[in-house]
């Protein structure tokens, strides 16, 4: 008689099937980690191709290079891959791989759902890149597709734009469902919430962020479409719309998903700055009310990309208000950031090197955000360069960092092997200066009148362009260095120890190194395990 235990059955159902078809039908978590990373890294290296066109374009004043119609699907193209396809999808791969891991799961709480949710992804960019080569060419109205330019004007590719759209936030509400399941239901025994590691806690907050908005954003892209092919007008003052009910829709969204990009970054830093300072992360609980306290603050706050609209005193003052509100539950993070770090005994390893140019270069983006919640100051710099000074430092010394940071802190993990450091500190290095040259002197740009997204400019600001072009070829080839490190570390290298930082602490460093095909079979004991570890 056969053997029909549970177990047994558990084994049939998750056998490691072999060559492409264990990518295509696995339901384990790492593997669909992995592709994730795989994918969103493709996807950073062409939205990054994309910037290159429009840095080229603007490396001398006069048209070079390309049309103007093409530098705008440039514009709007580099924008919806780098926000859906390159950050958002590597912080989806980061919490496959190290959720279960780090709160002592088997696996994901639904791992078909899981597996759905990464596939739809590269259809929904084979529809968006598809859309390039239509007639009339891809999206060309910026990445947040304000009406009428994305209705009334809008090439023909809007209807593959919208769909793309569309398919995109479905994979992130079932990423986002899958997470909340997984950290409510299967935390190992005696793991309360406050035990959680703070990348478990920033992206349970991110996962409620991600399903309360991306309706939103499905409801303003259905307008869109109505709009354009089925004679609705939402958005058109002549049939009884308002264009300006576009942009409270689409921001009412787009707030909240700034913070869907930047919420896990606290967690990867509050991982690595104690493990390389050797302490315990200071104001752990701290931590986690600040995070929440982001996420609430953000839909109170979308307004203040609209303070040129015309809207009334009142409504600007409190936006105003609210936005400056939020600086003070970041400033506590960076506090305890700083704190943590105080009297450590610090080492500078790689990750730590990210992290620290992640708190850094991060308070920056902060601190032109601040300037930029100001209402009377907002007239100025609304729709120059300093807006694109500021969210690229938030969002590319920000996020793209801390997924790097990331990237080197658990690679040993996930791989086996250490990674070349000589290397790795010639990527940090050649970034984060390159990165300071690209963004920097776009503030100045700005604050001298330099309108954002015109592929043609005013003879004086030739200069600073030219040096913003050559930070930014620099920047993108210095991402070439990271794509060598980690082929490198994946096929061999020193092996690499079950914990390989001295000071790292959590559950995913009980397990070896490679982290075996299945973890925690039977539930880890947390006896060791401290309050917020």
Same mark, same amino acid.
């Given at each position: 008689?056969?053997?029909?235990?549970p177990?047994?059955?558990?084994?049939?159902?998750h056998?490691?099937?072999?060559?492409?078809?264990?990518?295509?039908?696995?339901?384990?978590?790492?593997?669909?980690?992995s592709?994730?990373?795989?994918?969103?890294?493709?996807?950073?290296?062409?939205?990054?191709?994309?910037?290159?066109?429009?840095?080229?374009?603007?490396?001398?004043p006069?048209l070079?290079?390309?049309?103007?119609?093409?530098?705008?699907?440039?514009?709007?193209?580099h924008g919806l891959?780098?926000?859906?396809?390159?950050?958002?999808?590597?912080?989806?791969?980061?919490?496959?791989?190290?959720?279960?891991?780090?709160?002592?799961?088997?696996?994901m709480?639904?791992?078909?759902?899981?597996?759905?949710?990464?596939w739809?992804?590269?259809?929904?960019?084979?529809?968006?890149?598809?859309?390039?080569?239509?007639?009339?060419?891809?999206?060309?109205?910026?990445?947040?597709?304000?009406?009428?330019?994305?209705?009334?004007?809008?090439?023909?590719s809007?209807?593959?734009?919208?769909?793309?759209?569309?398919?995109? =936030?479905?994979?992130?509400?079932?990423?986002?469902?899958?997470?909340?399941?997984?950290?409510?239901?299967?935390?190992?025994?005696?793991?309360?919430?406050?035990?959680?590691?703070?990348?478990v806690?920033?992206?349970?907050?991110?996962?409620?962020?991600?399903?309360?908005?991306?309706?939103?954003?499905?409801?303003?892209?259905?307008?869109?479409?109505?709009?354009?092919?089925?004679?609705?007008?939402?958005?058109?003052?002549?049939?009884?719309?308002?264009?300006?009910?576009?942009?409270?829709?689409?921001?009412?969204f787009?707030?909240?998903?700034?913070?869907?990009?930047?919420?896990?970054?606290?967690?990867?830093?509050?991982?690595?700055?104690?493990?390389?300072?050797?302490?315990?992360?200071?104001?752990?609980?701290?931590?986690?009310?600040?995070?929440?306290?982001?996420?609430?603050?953000?839909?109170?706050?979308?307004?203040?990309?609209?303070?040129?609209?015309?809207?009334?005193?009142?409504?600007?003052?409190f936006?105003?208000?609210?936005?400056?509100?939020?600086?003070?539950?970041?400033?506590?993070?960076?506090?305890?950031?700083?704190?943590?770090?105080?009297?450590?005994?610090?080492?500078?390893?790689?990750?730590?090197?990210?992290?620290?140019?992640?708190?850094?270069?991060?308070?920056?983006?902060?601190?032109?955000?601040?300037?930029?919640?100001?209402?009377?100051?907002?007239?100025?710099?609304?729709?120059t360069?300093?807006?694109?000074?500021?969210?690229?430092?938030?969002?590319?010394? =920000?996020?793209?960092?801390?997924?790097?940071?990331?990237?080197?802190?658990?690679?040993?993990?996930?791989?086996?092997?250490?990674?070349?450091?000589?290397?790795?500190?010639?990527?940090?290095?050649?970034?984060?200066?390159?990165?300071?040259?690209l963004?920097?002197?776009?503030?100045?740009?700005?604050?001298?009148?330099?309108?954002?997204?015109?592929?043609?400019?005013?003879?004086?600001?030739a200069?600073?362009?030219?040096?913003?072009?050559? =930070?930014?070829?620099a920047?993108?080839?210095?991402?070439?260095?990271?794509?060598?490190?980690?082929?490198?570390?994946?096929?061999?290298?020193?092996?690499?120890?079950?914990?390989?930082?001295?000071?790292?602490?959590?559950?995913?460093?009980?397990v070896?190194?490679?982290?075996?095909?299945?973890?925690?079979?039977?539930?880890?004991?947390?006896?060791?395990?401290?309050?917020?570890?």
């Open positions: 008689m056969t053997d029909t235990t177990d047994t059955l558990h084994d049939d159902h056998h490691k099937p072999r060559g492409i078809m264990r990518w295509v039908l696995t339901t384990n978590h790492k593997d669909i980690g592709m994730y990373l795989i994918f969103s890294f493709t996807m950073f290296l062409l939205g990054g191709a994309m910037a290159m066109v429009i840095r080229a374009e603007l490396f001398q006069g070079q290079l390309v049309e103007p119609n093409f530098f705008n699907q440039m514009t709007t193209v891959i780098m926000v859906f396809g390159a950050v958002m999808p590597a912080f989806t791969g980061l919490a496959n791989w190290m959720v279960p891991m780090m709160i002592g799961a088997p696996d709480a639904l791992p078909r759902m899981n597996n759905w949710s990464f739809i992804l590269p259809f929904a960019f084979l529809l968006l890149i598809g859309s390039l080569f239509m007639e009339g060419g891809g999206p060309n109205f910026g990445w947040t597709f304000y009406a009428p330019l994305s209705t009334t004007y809008s090439p023909d809007t209807g593959l734009f919208v769909f793309a759209l569309h398919i995109m =936030g479905i994979s992130s509400i079932m990423g986002a469902i899958n997470v909340i399941v997984t950290i409510t239901n299967m935390r190992a025994p005696g793991m309360t919430y406050m035990k959680m590691p703070l990348f806690w920033t992206w349970l907050i991110t996962a409620f962020l991600l399903i309360a908005v991306m309706p939103v954003l499905a409801g303003a892209a259905t307008m869109v479409l109505t709009d354009k092919y089925f004679g609705t007008s939402f958005f058109d003052a002549a049939g009884g719309g308002d264009p300006v009910l576009f942009q409270h829709i689409f921001w009412f787009g707030h909240p998903e700034v913070y869907i990009m930047i919420l896990p970054s606290f967690g990867i830093i509050s991982a690595i700055v104690p493990a390389f300072s050797r302490k315990r992360l200071f104001g752990y609980s701290s931590m986690v009310y600040a995070t929440a306290s982001i996420a609430g603050l953000s839909f109170l706050v979308w307004a203040h990309h609209m303070f040129t609209t015309g809207m009334p005193v009142f409504a600007e003052l936006f105003m208000f609210c936005t400056m509100l939020i600086s003070v539950p970041t400033g506590v993070k960076v506090f305890n950031w700083v704190a943590t770090m105080w009297r450590g005994s610090l080492t500078f390893e790689v990750p730590m090197l990210f992290a620290i140019a992640f708190i850094v270069l991060f308070t920056i983006g902060g601190f032109s955000g601040l300037m930029l919640a100001i209402t009377p100051v907002d007239f100025q710099y609304h729709d360069y300093f807006v694109v000074a500021h969210f690229h430092y938030v969002l590319v010394s =920000g996020a793209v960092f801390s997924i790097m940071a990331a990237a080197y802190y658990w690679l040993p993990k996930w791989t086996g092997h250490m990674f070349n450091e000589t290397l790795a500190k010639w990527h940090f290095w050649c970034s984060v200066i390159s990165v300071n040259v963004f920097f002197p776009m503030h100045f740009l700005g604050l001298a009148g330099m309108p954002r997204r015109i592929p043609d400019y005013a003879l004086q600001f200069d600073v362009n030219a040096i913003v072009s050559i =930070g930014g070829f920047f993108g080839l210095s991402q070439l260095i990271f794509l060598v490190v980690v082929v490198k570390c994946a096929r061999g290298g020193a092996p690499a120890a079950a914990k390989p930082w001295d000071g790292a602490e959590g559950l995913e460093w009980t070896p190194s490679p982290a075996p095909y299945h973890t925690f079979e039977t539930p880890p004991d947390l006896k060791e395990v401290r309050d917020g570890h």
